[in-house]
């Protein structure tokens, strides 16, 4: 979703100036005055729409960058869509056109970084990205093999791959047939290579797909992504597994809501 919202918005803000910025809600940026960070704001001149895992980062000709983190409701709309009771911020830039940050459930962040602070503050707590063309197997196996954890609490951690949400964890064992609860550790080379596949190809059809909209996830257009039309597992609860027929279940890892297919994901014990 975080990679659909940056390919969308990067041409609208890429090489403009912010011309005015207004912050609505304080919740957005505490325990800073969003006064104060919308001043700071105001003038930057926009090099390029990053992103890391989860992290939108605008980044400035000053080196600075502003780091949005969606959370569960958060959007970065293209103009100002009426007047919307969820709207928290506004960005006019300097050729007239608007961007705005909509947010039901008040979750999301806005963080401006000093040029110095940016790499440390984001490296500390993301890991690789998943769908960088250096990112191997190795790498999510050595992340792995000390965690005692279920795979599936491992893997959500933005310190072991970036950008693995619940739906595409779900998605992403699936398809490489682990079971969620299997303690990280007890995962072989095979399974973990399958896990990796899995983890790329759950996330490349979200980003084929624009993202899944169950909720209030919105394009930057005000439209919607379309992956939850394919998934394999997540939400689908006594629907047959596409895979064997059996039917899917629902259990609860880390207090996170999980489904997969008991028959095709079968339990690993921790190897002694």
Request: charged share 30%; net charge positive.
């Amino acid at each position: 979703e975080v990679e659909t919202v940056r390919r969308r918005i990067a041409p609208l803000l890429e090489g403009r100036a912010l011309a005015e910025v207004e912050i609505a809600d304080a919740r957005l940026t505490r325990p800073l005055d969003p006064v104060e960070v919308a001043r700071e704001l105001e003038g930057e001149r926009v090099t390029v729409v990053d992103r890391r895992g989860k992290y939108l980062i605008i980044r400035f000709v000053s080196g600075r960058a502003l780091l949005i983190h969606l959370r569960m409701t958060g959007s970065v709309l293209d103009g100002l869509h009426d007047d919307d009771a969820h709207r928290r911020a506004v960005i006019r830039l300097d050729n007239g056109a608007h961007v705005s940050y909509r947010d039901v459930r008040r979750f999301g962040t806005w963080l401006l970084l000093e040029p110095e602070e940016v790499d440390a503050y984001v490296d500390a707590r993301v890991g690789r990205e998943p769908l960088g063309t250096a990112y191997r197997s190795k790498h999510l196996a050595e992340k792995l093999a000390q965690r005692k954890a279920p795979v599936k609490s491992a893997i959500l951690d933005q310190r072991t791959v970036a950008g693995v949400g619940n739906i595409y964890a779900d998605e992403a064992l699936w398809r490489a047939r682990v079971h969620p609860l299997t303690p990280a550790e007890a995962l072989g080379p095979g399974e973990v290579s399958a896990l990796y596949k899995g983890i790329r190809a759950a996330l490349q059809l979200g980003i084929r797909r624009q993202g899944s909209t169950l909720r209030d996830y919105r394009l930057p257009d005000g439209g919607s992504g379309s992956a939850q039309h394919e998934f394999k597992v997540y939400g689908r609860d006594g629907e047959p597994c596409d895979r064997c027929g059996t039917p899917i279940d629902k259990i609860r890892v880390g207090g996170r809501g999980t489904w997969y297919c008991p028959n095709c994901q079968r339990h690993v014990a921790r190897r002694r």
